[in-house]
């Protein structure tokens, strides 16, 4: 059973970077035909993809967020993180990290870290 | 970006009842659909999958249908541990966007 736990930070400043690791257990985060996603939730909201990471470092960004967003994998230590710069309290958020499986050409996320809540504040 | 609109927004229900919900995407995105429940500060759950396909371990009560711009999830009869919030998404393409939701409240 795959496993997903976001840790970082609780409260950031405004201005500052955003910074989450997820820890993947039960599975190889380097098999092939899975991504590696963050999502956020902004209170009282719906879900924003933000990007994921496949294994070989190659990367996908949501446009809204790109020019500030860094995904990376150490797939040694089977994590990977998320940095968001810049952040303004729009940026408060649950953020979840998460698998996303492939079938055909389309994607599913099948496996979900319980979440964080990062608050932007001063 | 494909902008996903769910409706209703909310509905209220009864234990056994029936339920629609509805997705539509504004452009085409062939089966690319899958739908999530949530729950109050639990992580979202994989319910369907390309539009119509039943996630492992999740009960048969749960379907989906459609393709192209419009989707359906059906609960046939629905439980107490139904009530959430319940999500489209596409992955037809980047960025993958959702639906706002339409949250399932006990009548």
């Known amino acids: 059973q795959v496993q997903l736990q976001e840790s970082g930070p609780g409260l950031v400043k405004p201005s500052q970077t955003l910074s989450l690791t997820c820890t993947v257990s039960?599975?190889?985060?380097?098999?092939?035909?899975?991504?590696w996603s963050w999502i956020r939730q902004l209170p009282g909201k719906g879900l924003e993809w933000i990007g994921y990471?496949?294994?070989?470092?190659?990367?996908r960004y949501n446009p809204s967020l790109k020019s500030r967003v860094t995904i990376s994998v150490d797939t040694s230590k089977t994590q990977f993180s998320l940095k968001l710069s810049s952040v303004t309290a729009a940026d408060t958020a649950v953020y979840y990290c998460?698998?996303?499986?492939?079938?055909?050409?389309?994607?599913?996320?099948?496996?979900w870290g319980q979440g964080t809540l990062v608050t932007v504040s001063s | 970006d494909i902008q996903m609109t769910q409706s209703p927004s909310s509905l209220s229900a009864s234990v056994g009842d029936r339920v629609t919900i509805t997705c539509r995407a504004s452009?085409?995105?062939?089966?690319?659909l899958n739908w999530y429940q949530k729950k109050p500060g639990k992580a979202p759950k994989l319910l369907i999958y390309?539009?119509?396909s039943l996630q492992s371990g999740v009960p048969s009560r749960f379907s989906g249908s459609g393709s192209g711009t419009d989707f359906t999830l059906t609960i046939s009869s629905l439980q107490p541990e139904d009530f959430a919030t319940y999500y489209c998404?596409?992955?037809?393409?980047?960025?993958?966007?959702f639906g706002g939701g339409t949250k399932v409240e006990i009548e």
């Open positions: 998404q596409q992955s037809y393409s980047i960025p993958l966007t």
């Open positions: 990471i496949y294994y070989s470092g190659n990367t």
């Open positions: 039960g599975g190889s985060i380097s098999s092939g035909g899975y991504y």
């Open positions: 998460a698998r996303e499986v492939s079938y055909g050409s389309g994607t599913q996320i099948d496996y």
């Open positions: 390309a539009a119509s």
């Open positions: 452009q085409s995105i062939s089966s690319y």
